[in-house]
């Protein structure tokens, strides 16, 4: 079994940064992909993205460039820098965790995951 709890979340400006964090706790959280997802009022989940086991990312298109995903498995946390926030990337956002070495083409795909996190809130006026 598999545990995440996200933090960081926070109120912000237009165009400014946050960071995000999910602590990974349980089995092998080694041999996990990993994903940032968020859900705005109305809307359906959307993933933002992804990273391997080995750190490969991936990334939906409206946040290349701006949004860095990351992981460091000795600590078991998995981070989301986001950069230049808009209004639209407000949302309430989500930790993901799916057994597998890779994240795979359908990486994006909500079916894809075991484990969820409980949501960490990002305003951006």
């Known amino acids: 079994h598999v545990q995440l709890v996200e933090s960081g979340g926070a109120s912000v400006q237009a165009g400014g940064s946050l960071k995000l964090s999910c602590a990974v706790s349980?089995?092998?959280?080694?041999?996990?992909?990993l994903a940032w997802f968020r859900q705005a009022p109305g809307k359906a989940r959307q993933g933002v993205a992804s990273i391997d086991s080995d750190g490969v990312p991936d990334y939906t298109d409206s946040v290349k460039g701006r949004f860095t995903i990351s992981r460091v498995n000795a600590n078991h946390t998995l981070f989301l820098q986001m950069n230049s926030l808009k209004a639209e990337d407000s949302a309430v956002y989500y930790c993901?965790?799916?057994?597998?070495?890779?994240?795979?083409?359908?990486?994006?795909?909500?079916?894809?995951?075991?484990?969820w996190g409980q949501g960490t809130q990002v305003t951006v006026s």
């Open positions: 349980g089995d092998s959280e080694s041999n996990l992909c």
């Open positions: 993901a965790a799916a057994w597998g070495l890779r994240c795979g083409r359908n990486w994006h795909q909500q079916s894809r995951y075991n484990y």
